[in-house]
Each structure stands twice: as C-alpha cells, then as structure tokens.
C-alpha cells in the first residue's frame, strides 16, 4: 500500500463528526500524522483511539477556533508535539439557514463566528509552519484547503449568511493562493452539496422540516466523498495544483 502523506502531519479542523472525522482517517491512510480539533473532546478522543489503533501518530486538540488565543495555540501545538505542519484542512464550519426576516441574530454571528472567524485565525497561524514545511520536506509543497459548498457558488433563498461566509472563504483562498503560489503552499477550495451530516440537525424547528422536504428522496454523498477529494487535491505531485473541486450529489440540481 503506497503512503503518499509519509512523513507529513495534517491538521484537520471540526474533526469530530461528518466530512472532518471521514477526512483525517483518510489522510491517516495515506500516511500522515493527523492532529483533530473540534470543541468535542469524547469525540476526538475515540476517533484517536481508532487512528492509533491502526498505527497513526494522532494528536487531540479540544479546542474552540473561535477563540482567537484557543485556535492559535493549537496550531503551535500541533508543531511543538508533531514537529511539523504540512497539511491544514480547514472543515469546521455551521450552517444554520432560513428566511432572513425571521432568523435569530445568534445564527448569523455563530456562523460569521466559525466559517470565517475561526477560519482565518487557524489559517493565519498556521502559515509560517506551511511555508516552513514546503521548504524542507521532500515532497516541495505544502497544502491548505478549505471546504466549502455550493451555497459558495449559487446563492439561494434561505442560505443568505450561510452564502455569504461561504462566497467569502472562497474569495479569500482564491486570493491566498495568488499569494503563496511562489511559496509552494497549494490552496484549494471543496465545495460539497448535499451531504449526509450533522449539518441538517442544528436548524431550528421549522427550517429543518423545510429542508428535509426539499431533499426529498436525494441520494446524499456520504462524508467519505468529500474526503477522497481532499486527498486528491493534497497528494498530487508539486507539479499539480488542484485548486478547487465542486462535487456534488448526482441528483442535485443548484
């Protein structure tokens, strides 16, 4: 079994469930050292627990990337334990939609709060150590994705923050990848549809069965879809650079 990741150590945000906990197994697979972060610590603990059991040196970051002081220490931690960074898949995201003129105003700060202020705290410190490590390791690049969605490419009723933070991280990537192109830090933006996720559950009465009614019988993707995309986009040779990647579910039509 080849392992492309040897060698790497791969942070990967909101780890604890869904597209984070499918994306560090898969990149433990491949090879690397992953270290989870997620508010959720039981969570990060069993999915360390199954990671170590097959081998994988694993670090647990109970952390809450809101919190500026949090997100940042973890990320030094990840280099002071792990002794590198390589790979930062920021996945820790919420959505909470619905019509605007009924929405509470502690859904639009949560996500503001997570989807971009999380975001660019992890993504700010943790790029002298993705710099450092396209320097010295062997494989001359280095990697920071961001996942995502659809509602960062087709804005519809309903999802206006959400669009908004998602139309907003990809704008940002697309101008961090300008910038560290020169550097060999790859960034590449994921942009799921319909997933099969926790996602769904935290809307509130009434948007939630909307939702679901319009889902309908839509054959979801799974978690592991996403993730196989993300180890596309990180294990490709420094010659390739995979800067974003929509999937989508197959009977999704926006």
């Known amino acids: 079994m080849t392992a492309p990741l040897k060698g790497t150590v791969a942070l990967v945000t909101g780890a604890s469930s869904g597209i984070g906990a499918a994306t560090a197994r898969t990149l433990a697979a491949g090879?690397?050292?992953?270290?989870?972060?997620a508010r959720r610590g039981d969570r990060l603990?069993?999915?360390?627990?199954?990671?170590?059991?097959?081998?994988?040196?694993?670090?647990?970051?109970?952390?809450?990337?809101?919190?500026?002081?949090?997100?940042?220490?973890?990320?030094?931690?990840?280099?002071?334990?792990?002794?590198?960074?390589?790979?930062?898949?920021?996945?820790?995201?919420?959505?909470?939609?619905?019509?605007?003129?009924?929405?509470?105003?502690?859904?639009?700060?949560?996500?503001?709060?997570?989807?971009?202020?999380?975001?660019?705290?992890?993504?700010?410190?943790?790029?002298?150590?993705?710099?450092?490590?396209?320097?010295?390791?062997?494989?001359?690049?280095?990697?920071?994705?961001?996942?995502?969605?659809?509602?960062?490419?087709?804005?519809?009723?309903?999802?206006?923050?959400?669009?908004?933070?998602?139309?907003?991280?990809?704008?940002f990537s697309e101008s961090l990848r300008q910038e560290l192109q020169p550097k060999r830090v790859r960034v590449g933006v994921v942009e799921p549809g319909t997933v099969d996720t926790e996602l769904a559950t935290h809307l509130r009465d009434g948007v939630r069965e909307a939702v679901a009614r319009q889902l309908g019988g839509m054959e979801k993707l799974s978690p592991q879809d996403i993730a196989d995309a993300v180890s596309y986009m990180v294990t490709r040779d420094r010659r390739v650079a995979v800067n974003e990647m929509l999937v989508r579910a197959a009977d999704q039509t926006w």
């Open 31 to 37: 090879g690397a050292s992953v270290a989870v972060l």
């Open 45 to 171: 603990r069993a999915l360390a627990d199954e990671l170590r059991a097959d081998g994988t040196t694993t670090l647990v970051l109970e952390s809450d990337i809101t919190d500026r002081r949090q997100a940042e220490a973890a990320v030094e931690r990840v280099v002071a334990e792990l002794g590198r960074l390589d790979t930062v898949v920021n996945n820790a995201g919420v959505m909470l939609t619905g019509p605007v003129a009924e929405a509470p105003a502690q859904e639009w700060d949560r996500m503001l709060a997570v989807n971009v202020e999380g975001l660019l705290h992890v993504t700010r410190t943790a790029l002298p150590h993705l710099i450092d490590a396209a320097q010295d390791s062997p494989r001359q690049v280095a990697d920071l994705v961001t996942i995502s969605s659809t509602a960062g490419r087709v804005a519809r009723a309903g999802t206006a923050v959400y669009s908004l933070t998602k139309f907003g991280v990809t704008a």
